[in-house]
């Protein structure tokens, strides 16, 4: 069973669609790393799945 998951996860500033469906799920123990372009949806995520947002 994971430690975390994430399904279909969305959010959109206006037209900008920060985040657009992402769905992932993290073992307990497993060290991931999130990657991405500047503008990707990285910090969006983070706060989503935070509570933040
Ligand atoms: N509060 C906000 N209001 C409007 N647009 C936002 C807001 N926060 C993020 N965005 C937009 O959402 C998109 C994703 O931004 P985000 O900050 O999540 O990217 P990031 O991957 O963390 O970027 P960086 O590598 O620069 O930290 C960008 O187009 C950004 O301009
Ligand atoms: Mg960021």
Same mark, same amino acid.
């Given at each position: 069973?994971?430690?975390?998951? *994430?399904?279909?996860?969305?959010? =959109?500033? %206006?037209?900008?669609?920060?985040?657009?469906? *992402?769905?992932? =799920?993290?073992?307990?123990?497993?060290?991931?790393?999130?990657? %991405?372009?500047? %503008?990707?949806?990285?910090?969006?995520? *983070?706060?989503?799945?935070?509570?933040?947002?």
């Amino acid at each position: 069973m994971p430690l975390l998951a *994430v399904q279909g996860l969305r959010k =959109s500033f %206006g037209d900008t669609r920060a985040v657009d469906g *992402v769905d992932f =799920s993290i073992e307990a123990q497993r060290l991931i790393s999130l990657v %991405g372009s500047n %503008g990707a949806g990285k910090t969006t995520l *983070v706060n989503l799945i935070t509570g933040l947002l």
